[in-house]
């Protein structure tokens, strides 16, 4: 009995890794041909990023949507109104709160403040933003330091959508409470809520605030420069790109950054990293740096 139970367990060991392997690939293929009809409908080109995050975007999109394959997932969007819609929301950086991460608002303050005070006219590249919340955060740092009377901030997302959204955001005022102890955690030492307009339970920053903003549609993967920056932030989308669209991107930002600009990535730079010769670390730690040559 023990022999017959351990073939028959051995049996079925055998069997998982090739039911595995047809199912991988099959996800695999299902990926590829999604995000080929995502560019060659939409024009809208992950192709590029890091597949295992994508996949778990796509999976959480899956269960939301009560479908069970990606096939039909594809043939979704392809056909059903609004479905590319929430697939492109589902593939973005998920959107973060104000003040979200205290530490790095810090850095922003000190890094930022120190590269832009000596220019005449800054202007801060906000590449892929983790929502109009992060832009705002930026934006409320450099009024604390400052310079946001003189400074112009591009933020840039990658599709059409994204970019109304943007342009039309609002934030719970709930939110504004919950933010006060990380944005006095990053150095603020005012009352958020000063910076912002409530109406009807919602909150925008302020005009004067946000009129220094120019929100834009761009890509990353297929886009040139578009001009030259004393500040390029992008730390919530680089992690989504495969390793040959992140030395892309890394090259684009080196093409794009002032001499003695900041950079701020989502990690510390590799010798092997496009343009990683030029730039000197801000802090002993994090991706934060100058170029220096």
């Not at 299902?30 to 295992?52: I, K, M, P, V």
């Not at 220094?212 to 390029?232: C, K, M, P």
Request: net charge neutral; charged share 25%; proline share 5%.
């Amino acid at each position: 009995m023990a022999a017959l139970m351990g073939n028959a367990m051995g049996a079925v060991k055998d069997s998982l890794p090739d039911d595995w392997s047809a199912r991988t690939a099959t996800e695999e293929l299902e990926t590829e041909l999604l995000l080929e009809a995502l560019y060659q409908r939409f024009g809208t080109d992950y192709r590029g990023y890091a597949r295992q995050r994508l996949r778990e975007r796509l999976q959480g999109l899956l269960r939301a949507s009560g479908l069970a394959t990606l096939s039909g997932l594809q043939e979704r969007v392809l056909h059903q109104p609004g479905a590319a819609q929430a697939l492109l929301r589902a593939l973005a950086p998920p959107p973060a709160g104000l003040f979200a991460q205290p530490e790095e608002s810090r850095r922003l303050r000190t890094a930022l403040g120190a590269s832009l005070r000596p220019t005449a006219l800054p202007r801060v590249w906000l590449a892929e933003p983790a929502g109009v919340a992060e832009a705002w955060t930026l934006a409320i740092v450099l009024a604390e330091e400052k310079l946001y009377g003189r400074t112009e901030v591009f933020a840039t997302v990658a599709c059409e959508e994204q970019l109304a959204a943007a342009r039309g955001a609002a934030l719970p005022v709930a939110q504004l409470a919950a933010a006060q102890p990380l944005y006095a955690a990053s150095g603020g030492d005012g009352r958020l809520a000063d910076y912002f307009e409530v109406s009807d339970g919602a909150a925008r920053l302020l005009p004067r605030l946000r009129e220094r903003i120019t929100w834009a549609q761009y890509s990353l993967v297929t886009d040139a420069s578009f001009n030259e920056f004393h500040g390029i932030v992008c730390r919530h989308a680089l992690p989504d790109f495969g390793p040959l669209l992140r030395q892309r991107v890394l090259r684009l930002f080196r093409d794009s950054l002032a001499p003695f600009g900041v950079l701020g990535v989502d990690r510390a730079l590799t010798a092997t990293d496009a343009g990683a010769e030029d730039y000197q670390p801000l802090f002993a730690d994090g991706g934060w740096y100058k170029r220096v040559r």
